[in-house]
């Protein structure tokens, strides 16, 4: 299979794992994660690559509940808070 038909493919399985991403949003993130600023120099085996990639770290994402998220930035903003008594004199 050439690298032009498992761009197409993996777009496929991208659209179909993740409906709520547009298409844009799939090729545009797998793009600027590998910095790849000049598209027109990159050649097809390398774009697959760079798809491929993004579907995997795509795949391992967990989605996390509003109240979970909620707390993790609340526990960063209070990092200065944790654990500075036992360095106290």
């Not at 050649?43 to 491929?52: Q, V």
């Not at 990092?79 to 500075?84: H, T």
Request: aromatic share 8%.
């Amino acid at each position: 299979m050439k690298f032009y038909e498992k761009i197409l493919t993996t777009l496929t399985e991208l659209k179909t794992s993740h409906p709520e991403i547009s298409l844009g949003k799939h090729i545009a993130t797998a793009i600027d994660s590998k910095n790849m600023n000049d598209l027109w120099a990159t050649s097809d085996k390398e774009l697959h690559n760079n798809l491929i990639n993004y579907q995997a770290s795509l795949d391992m994402d967990i989605p996390h509940q509003e109240d979970d998220i909620e707390s993790i930035l609340m526990d960063g903003k209070n990092l200065y808070n944790i654990g500075f008594d036992e360095y106290e004199d």
